[in-house]
């Protein structure tokens, strides 16, 4: 048990629960905690806190919950998720005919608004292919359509986009009105610059919200100039300033103020989250990625700047092709001197690069220019900077190694292995089950001192933190199974150092006070059931099939932006 002093002023006693600490697992667990000044200024047992209930301006009973600091998401697309919460989701359909009746009832309810439909995956569909084109026409009486497949690296349109866009000027087009490739992001490039900047702002704010009512107190935004817009990329970087002292200075604490919650940044209110954002853009010079990462805000010239695309669309560059489809390897999108360059340069200017990549041949093309920049600018310069690689799905021991040695940080989505992994999935389908069984192999990576971060890639998947914990747990190939400690640590503190900052995401005295506290279930009577459902590393139960923990509340930098309701 640890003590501390209460600051006066405002300071919220939360006590009767579980705390999850900076030990994790030190028994016996913590049960109470105080946050005055928007920091964690005590932790420790309900006996102890009992001295302290007078000297505080409010008692919160826990009633049993576990408090754990908040997730981080470090891969999301803020505004697209926003816009996916905002518009019609096809995660869920079943048929082709159900994504045509949601789509027709979305253009009703958006009145002439541009309609967003991401997420369709016909793979389990009776019709067994997407909708065309002029189906989307048909449903939406001529409207503006952009229905992205699941991966996000291909869509159908509508007439009215393919007009507006040009699409059908460009390799990828199809006439059934699927584009990929350029078609695909002329398409996406119209579509996004026909959102007005209140639609945006407002589905940027949906999207915290959700990634808060998650309890998500970071994300880390993945923009680019083929992604979403400059505009865009400002505004989702506003909203989590509300949080301020999240992006601006590396690394260290102590260099937030103590009101940065009280904030009121930017024109619309902030739903909670923080944000620290990456940029997508290519640079060659120095000079380039110094001005480039400053005009934008952004902490990395990083995220989805594309050396592949993905195993669904047949676009992730392979060493050997796809099993269906055996003319097929993926294409780099880059080359090594490409990534050569743009690693050199960041790492001069003391800023993180980084790059999706998700085949086997992409890694080795992103691995051989990492390792060219190391040898035109010294090791140290480039394990300084702190760079990152995002998915990075199908990389072998000697590539983790090698990564090691340069300090790439691996920014990971399990939600990914989970719905495509194992032996019946989609990527034993496209790749046969031995290629397949060998991806995301999280736990030679974390053997090998790889430092990891989780993320949904939502709109991709949705925020699901401890579902991102608990296929961790679970990975359809048993020798890549972390255990629950180090996928939680992953998925808090993780998320944290893959943005080069080493001293957050854990609950401890003097750390800002973001935290959210969970409902476990598992033998109680309607209460929180306590400690009997916890186990030795404070965490609860994550075997497949249990309920996972419900949020009641999420609090970041000592603000309530998060209440289950009908919970006080
Ligand atoms: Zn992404």
Partial sequence: MTTGSIPSGTSTLYRGGFVHGPAGAAGPFATALVVGDNQIAWIGSDEAAAGHADGVDAVVELDGALVTPTFVDAHVHTSATGMGLRSVELTDARSLSQVLDKIEAAARRRAGRPVYAPNWDEGDWPEQRPPTGQELDRATYGG??????????????????????????????????????????AARDAFYSGISAADRRADVDAALRSAAAAGIGLVHENGGPTLSSEADFADVLAAGQGGHGSHGSHGSHGSHGSHGSHGSHGSHGSPGPQVIGYWAELVGDEVSARALASRMGARGLAGDLNIDGSIGSRTASLREPYVDGPDQRGHPYLSVEQVRDHVAACSLAGIQAGFHVIGDAGADTVIAGFQAAATQVGVAKVVAARHRLEHLEMVDVDGIKALVELGVTASVQPAFHALWGGPDGMYSGRLGRERAAGMNPFATMHAAGMSLALGSDTPVTPFAPWEAVRDCVNHHNPAQRLSADSAFRAHTRGGWRAAGIDDRGYLDIGQPASFATWYVGGGGDGAASGSQSLGSDCLPDLSPGTTLPTNLRTVIRGRTVFELEGVS
């Fill in 144 to 185: 503006v359509v952009y229905c992205p497949r699941v991966d996000g690296h291909s869509a159908v349109i509508s007439s009215a986009l393919a007009a507006a866009s040009g699409a059908r000027e460009h390799p990828g087009w199809h006439d059934s009105g699927l584009v990929t490739r350029e078609a695909h992001h």
